[in-house]
């Protein structure tokens, strides 16, 4: 079992950057990848970012330029950065972590970009 929470949400203004971050515990070893997802009102959940246990990084080309992905293996956990914030930004951001046999999802942590 992994277990995900996140943290960092809020509001802010267009243009405005947040970090969002994502305490993992339980079986770590166990994680091949890990990534940000995200679901908008009355839209399906989408990937945001994407980084494996080698370090490779891939992004929805809706963020490229604007957010990055990163770990943190001593403290267990995983950032997200996103700068230029734009109100179709706005959504629930969900920490998932990949294993061989199952996909593990945190609750969410709700952002909110003004225009």
């Known amino acids: 079992q992994v277990q995900l929470v996140e943290s960092g949400g809020g509001l802010v203004q267009a243009g405005g950057s947040l970090r969002l971050s994502c305490a993992v515990s339980?079986?770590?070893?166990?994680?091949?990848?890990m990534g940000w997802y995200r679901q908008a009102p009355g839209k399906q959940r989408e990937l945001v970012a994407r980084?494996?246990?080698?370090?490779?990084?891939n992004y929805a080309d809706s963020v490229k330029g604007r957010f990055t992905i990163s770990r943190d293996n001593a403290k267990n956990t995983l950032y997200l950065q996103m700068n230029s914030l734009k109100p179709e930004d706005t959504a629930v951001y969900y920490c998932?972590?990949?294993?061989?046999?199952?996909?593990?999802w945190g609750r969410g942590t709700q952002v909110t970009v003004s225009s």
């Open positions: 998932n972590a990949e294993t061989t046999s199952w996909h593990f």
């Open positions: 339980g079986s770590i070893f166990s994680i091949n990848a």
């Open positions: 980084i494996t246990s080698l370090g490779s990084t």
